[in-house]
């Protein structure tokens, strides 16, 4: 009998690859759709040693009103997951939660995924108002362009 349990097992595990599920795009009650961007390799982000490990999943909030046009954008902005490569480099790190609010435009969208430093794994969001936060154990860092970036749909230079 235990041989074969052991058979079954080990059949569900081959057919289900080796226990890992098929990455699926993560829903929840602040979402209304979302869209995977397939990871093959980890793309290293320009933060310390983090790799982006994971696909990015494309979350659209349905929590605020937002206008028509926001929607929109959101829903036509794609991204490049090769485009994270080192991008970081080439941001400004925001100071604080105020900074970021009076700085930056928000849009009901971002692009989530996994990053890691080969030890830990953190949530890293990409917004279209050229922001970047990666979720640390206990605090945010949030990157941002101040100059204009083909990838993201603004800039975030608002009242300097």
Same mark, same amino acid.
């Given at each position: !009998? ?10 569900? %595990? ?5 226990? /890992? ?7 929840? *009650?602040?979402?209304?759709? %979302?869209? =995977?961007? =397939? ?17 990015? %999943?494309?979350?659209?909030? *349905?929590? /605020? ?9 959101? /829903? ?14 080439? !941001?400004?790190?925001?100071? *604080?939660?105020?900074?970021? =609010? ?7 969208? %971002? ?19 050229? /922001? ?18 083909? !990838? ?9």
């Amino acid at each position: !009998m235990l041989v074969l349990i052991a058979l079954i097992s080990i059949s569900v %595990t081959i057919l289900s690859g080796c226990g /890992q599920a098929p990455p699926e795009a993560v829903k929840n *009650s602040k979402t209304d759709s %979302t869209e =995977h961007i =397939h990871s093959l390799d980890s793309v290293p982000i320009g933060y310390l040693n983090f790799k982006l490990i994971s696909d990015l %999943t494309k979350k659209i909030s *349905s929590n /605020q009103k937002w206008d028509s046009a926001s929607i929109k954008e959101c /829903q036509d902005w794609k991204i490049n997951r090769d485009s994270l490569k080192n991008i970081i480099r080439e !941001m400004d790190i925001i100071k *604080s939660p105020e900074e970021l =609010h009076a700085r930056c435009y928000f849009y009901p969208c %971002t692009y989530e995924g996994i990053v890691s430093d080969g030890v830990n794994e953190y949530v890293i969001n990409v917004a279209p108002s050229s /922001q970047i936060t990666i979720e640390l154990e206990d605090t945010s860092i949030v990157y941002v362009f101040t100059k204009p970036n083909s !990838m993201f749909l603004s800039v975030c230079d608002c009242c300097e």
